[in-house]
């Protein structure tokens, strides 16, 4: 070898340290802080999934306007329970999907959602004198016993009407319905004319947090069923996180350990593309603003699968030009253009059933979908650039000199 | 280095046997007992409670009770401190808000350690859901196999894509089939896994029919049947490697799925996909190659009867 020469693979040597050591620092500093700029889902939180569906009821007319509304009146709720970065999200023409992510009491949240939480005050026949439409305010305090109980403002026009009804039915029962349940039948005691009055008959604290709560956003204006309702609580979240994790961990350790095992200095350049095609995916993820799931982690550890089978792929061919007697350089790049082909027909196949299902599936399959997805994409463009780029300077220096290096026992 | 020579293509009879009897058991299962469906498909509610160390299903039962729901299937999981299993996972029919709000309080009662903490897990399903999953999972399944018969087409040709396609329903029936036999239970993930096993199963027979279609033009006077032969065994190591990788990767999913409970669903995944990738390797080498092999055979004589 020429003096020239050597001093050029010297100088490859040098860049292919220097690029693998920056690339894979980079990318593992990247990743070890996913947390910061890549949203939880709700199975690795704890949280709430709820899809509702506005019904008929003959009263109401089911439009967007409606929903909207309805929306809004949702959104205030869920703001006053504290919860932050709360989902809400039409789907198709008459349904809403809420995501309300790290909730510590799911049961409290349910409660409050999709109650339409009609207020109405009847009277001894059974006429509606006044509803919650009236209303000005409304909040939770503690009654003469310390009993639980809700405090009700009306507006000026509420006022009125209810200094009215109190004097009409003085010593009468007037009934107070939350929807179709009676809450309580107080008989009125005096006329009340400063627009005050209680709910008494709740039957705890809780409870009337909630009513009060519902109260006070108002009533919604569709009648709105729970079709679907996922609640994960906080340990089930943080332990599924932990243990998905520490299983990707491990797969992988055992996948690069086979790999260096097998493949040898190309085992190694294909961990350093691998913890770069991680990185990578995490970056896209974190570019959509998508949210980390279950089905997703487990499309990603998926997708690593395939990221490997590229590596394998081109490997395997590389060693079969060796066979035929090429020079490393030679076989690298003729095992490349060779096995790309094959890559791309099987991915873009793979490409169909992800796609597909991201179009059909919704909810977790979909989350599934897009890993998959943006996962294969990400491991096409790091086998073709990066394995390729690392590989020839590889063989260029003096770092992969001899076909053993490859793997290849001749 | 030795080179691998195994002549795969004698061995399609016993193979075809194999899968055909395979597929015979699952299908008679299936039209017998049918699948095991899990809330997503049927609609329901699972509630699984974190009661404390010493409960006894009958304690249980007599909390469900009042409801009505004492006969329900009971499933009593986690690991308490005595080893035992401190949690609880109940399945029932549909639940409604307040149901379940009242159920959860009775058990909060009984239970007075519980807090809101302790209710690990509550899914509620309306059987609409379900079945708009079923109709989007067939749509899926349809959709993707259209899709691609097209485009193995526009890159091969036909006998090619129909040969894939039969390989990937057999390797579904076959995932299908064993659910549908040992009674696992299949929920929403369950259809993610088949489409990924479906995504995987071409992806193989992809790989080595490029390898046929190559070696096609280079087949100097080779016969057909040996071209199949040689591309096959030059991609074995790839074959073995990679779905080796993978199943590693799946089984670590599947131990670690295994020790936690919240995660039924994945645990189900994984053993699918494990099931899947090892039918997905086995049907590109021994369904699809030999069926394309068969079926250009049989275009080639009644195309060209000529000697070639």
Redesign the interface.
Known sequence: MSQRKKKQAGLQALFFIIISVLLVSASIVFLLNWDDYLRKGL?LEGGIYV?L?AVDTGDAEIDYDAIQRAMTIIRQRVDELGVVEPVLQREGERRIRIELPGI?????A??VI??TAMLTFLSPEGEVILTGANLKNAYFTRGEYNQPVVALEFDAEGREIFARATQEYLHQVIAIYLDEELVSAPVVQAVITDGNAIITGIGSAEEAHSIALMLRSGALPVRLV???????????GE??LR??F???I???L??AL??LF?YRFAGLVSVISLIVYLAVVFLVLAALKATLT??GL?GL??S???A??AN??IF?RVK?EL?LGKTILTAINTGFE?AL??IL??????V???L??FI??????RG??VV?LIGIMASFLTAIFLTRMLLRMAARSRLLKKPAYLG??? | MKTINIPFMKYRRAAFIFSGLLILVGLISLLSVGLNLGIDFTGGTIMHLRLGDDYSMDEVREVLAPFGLEGVPLQRVGRGEDGMGNEIVIKTPELDETARREIIAAFRERWPQMTGQDVLRIDNVGAVIGRELTREAFLALVAAALLMILYITLRFEFRFALAAIVALLHDAFVIIGIFSLFRLEVNSTFIAAVLTIIGYSINDTIVIFDRIRENLKYRGNRTVEEVVENSINANLMRSINTSLTTLVVLLVLFIAFNYFVGAMDLKMFALALLIGIVSGTYSSIFIASPLWLLWRKAGLKKKAPAPS
Do not use: C, K
């Open positions: 199975d899809l569906e510590d009491d799911p049961g409290q349910m409660a999709g109650r729970e079709l679907e309702t996922r609640s994960v609580g906080p340990l089930l332990n599924a243990l998905a520490s299983a990707g491990v797969g992988l055992l996948v086979f790999m097998y279950l089905p487990a550890i998926l690593i699968g395939m490997v089978d394998v792929l395997e079969e066979r060779l082909r094959a027909d099987a991915n873009i196949t793979t169909i059933v992800a597909v299902l059909v599936a919704s909810g977790p399959v599934f979908a998959l290849y026992r001749g």
